[in-house]
C-alpha cells in the first residue's frame, strides 16, 4: 500500500475516500499481487472453479487469476465498479464486508474467495460474523496483505495452511474447517 492511500484514508476516512475515488482506483502495487497470486496458486494449487474476489478493486486480482486459469471469476465491492467494469468487462456487485456479514451471500458457493488489500480494512468488530458467513460460502480463502492484519485465529472456523512472503507482501491460504465438515 502507498503512503499516498494511507495518508487519503488518515486525511478522509476509508469510506470517503473509496467513495469519491473508486471509480479511477488502481493498485500501485499490482505487479507484486500478481507475482505473488502466481507464486501462492503455483504452490498450493487452489480449486480455481468458481472464485469470489472480494473487494475486488479495479480487478487486480480477478485478472491475473484470470490467466492462471479461473473462468467463473465474481467480483464484488462497493465503491470501485466502474474501474472493474473497465478493466475486465465485468459487473462488480455493489456489496461491502458489513452487507456480507449480515447474510447478504446466503446460498452462493465458491471454490475460493479472494480478498487482496483489504480485508484490513474492516472494523475488528465486524470480522468474526464476516469470517462466519464467509466460511458458509466456500471452503478456502486466499488473503494477499500488506500488513500483519487481518489477524484470523482457528476460533473463527479457518485455519491458516500456508503463508508466502514476497518482498512486504503476504499470501496466506485459510481452510474452512466448517465447509470440510460439511461436505
Ligand atoms: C486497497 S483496495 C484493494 C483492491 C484490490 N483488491 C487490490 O488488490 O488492489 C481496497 C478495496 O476495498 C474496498 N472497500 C473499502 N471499504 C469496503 C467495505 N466496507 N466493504 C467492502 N469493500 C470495501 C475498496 O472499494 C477497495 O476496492
Redesign the pocket.
Known amino acids: 500500500?502507498s503512503t499516498g492511500?494511507r495518508g487519503e484514508y488518515e486525511a478522509q476516512g476509508?469510506?470517503l475516500?473509496?467513495a469519491t475515488s473508486?471509480a479511477t482506483?488502481?493498485?500501485p502495487?499490482?505487479t507484486a499481487?500478481r507475482a505473488i497470486s502466481a507464486e501462492a496458486t503455483a504452490a498450493w494449487r487452489p480449486d480455481l472453479g468458481a472464485v469470489l474476489?472480494?473487494?475486488?478493486?479495479?480487478?487486480?486480482?480477478t485478472l491475473v487469476l484470470r490467466e492462471l486459469g479461473a473462468v467463473s471469476i465474481d467480483g464484488?465491492?462497493?465503491?470501485?465498479g466502474e474501474?472493474?467494469r473497465a478493466r475486465t468487462g465485468n459487473r462488480a456487485e455493489p456489496?461491502?464486508?458489513?452487507?456480507?456479514a449480515c447474510g447478504a451471500l446466503c446460498g452462493r458457493h465458491y471454490t475460493l474467495i479472494?480478498?487482496?488489500?483489504?480485508m484490513h480494512?474492516?472494523a475488528e468488530s465486524w470480522l468474526p460474523a464476516l469470517l462466519a458467513q464467509l466460511g458458509q460460502i466456500a471452503g478456502q480463502m486466499l488473503i494477499?496483505t500488506p500488513h500483519k492484519r487481518p489477524e484470523i485465529g482457528s476460533e473463527t472456523g479457518w485455519e491458516m495452511i500456508g503463508e508466502i512472503r514476497r518482498e512486504r507482501l503476504r499470501a496466506r491460504l485459510y481452510g474452512c474447517r466448517g465447509q470440510e465438515e460439511r461436505t
Open positions: 500500500m492511500i476509508v469510506e475516500y473509496y473508486g482506483y488502481r493498485n502495487h499490482e499481487v474476489d472480494l473487494a475486488c478493486g479495479s480487478g487486480e486480482a464484488i465491492d462497493p465503491y470501485t474501474a472493474y456489496l461491502s464486508f458489513e452487507d456480507i479472494v480478498c487482496s488489500f483489504a480494512l474492516i494477499i
